[in-house]
T-cell receptor, first 112, second 114 residues
Framework: GNSVTQMEGPVTLSEEAFLTINCTYT??????LFWYVQYPGEGLQLLLK?????DKGSNKGFEATYRKETTSFHLEKGSVQVSDSAVYFC???????????FGTGTRLTIIP | AAGVIQSPRHLIKEKRETATLKCYPI?????VYWYQQGPGQDPQFLIS???????DKGSIPDRFSAQQFSDYHSELNMSSLELGDSALYFC?????????????FGEGSWLTVV
């Protein structure tokens, strides 16, 4: 089945630093790709998505581009804030249905 | 906009007891999913329903069962609870089974088994 490999954490950055969280995938066909975020003590929230190759998803200053050539969907943000501290999950649906497979999650901590 | 509603938000049960979690999907969404997230783990798919019929099954223990009702709400029943069942249980919903539609998650139900 489809799978994702996500950059392991934890990641600690200073405020205003540049962020990259790597995600690569293995998939049948070209599924949509997602980044979900889980803030401390909260549920999963959709951060952004891309539905086809070369699409760029963006939200709250975060971006990720669906790269078919490198089978990647890396998450980036130019200047992180303390409020970005959370766990970030890369995810994609299984072929033929919408059941999501998640990466292992990357815990991000931003220090002032 | 309406989101996925889960209840209860927190639940404490003793070993061998039974727990029931409820989920109300986003209106007009036809697919409901249940996921289990253990401490420090990524969410693991348990089971899904499409138009009130079970559509897929993941790593759901035999002690667990779920169903979707005529009003599309879903319930996850967990019996003979074990300490290892302590986790955050997410319900999610989407509009269709195919086509890359986004899955929206509820805030989760925290189950603690003591």
């Amino acid at each position: 089945g489809n799978s994702v490999t996500q950059m392991e954490g934890p990641v600690t950055l200073s405020e205003e630093a540049f962020l990259t969280i790597n995600c690569t995938y293995t998939a049948t066909g070209y599924p949509s790709l997602f980044w979900y975020v889980q803030y401390p003590g909260e549920g999963l929230q959709l951060l952004l998505k891309a539905t086809k190759a070369d699409d760029k998803g963006s939200n709250k200053g975060f971006e990720a581009t669906y790269r078919k050539e490198t089978t990647s969907f890396h998450l980036e943000k130019g200047s992180v804030q303390v409020s970005d501290s959370a766990v970030y999950f890369c995810a994609l649906p299984n072929f033929g249905n919408e059941k999501l497979t998640f990466g292992t999650g990357t815990r991000l901590t931003i220090i002032p | 906009a309406a989101g996925v509603i889960q209840s209860p938000r927190h639940l404490i049960k003793e070993k061998r007891e039974t727990a029931t979690l409820k989920c109300y999907p986003i209106p007009r969404h036809d697919t409901v999913y249940w996921y289990q997230q253990g401490p420090g783990q990524d969410p693991q798919f348990l089971i899904s329903f499409y138009e009130k019929m079970q559509s897929d099954k993941g790593s759901i223990p035999d002690r667990f069962s779920a169903q979707q009702f005529s009003d599309y709400h879903s319930e996850l029943n967990m019996s003979s609870l074990e300490l290892g069942d302590s986790a955050l249980y997410f319900c999610a919903s989407s509009l269709s089974r195919t086509g890359g539609n986004t899955i929206y998650f509820g805030e989760g139900s925290w189950l603690t088994v003591v």
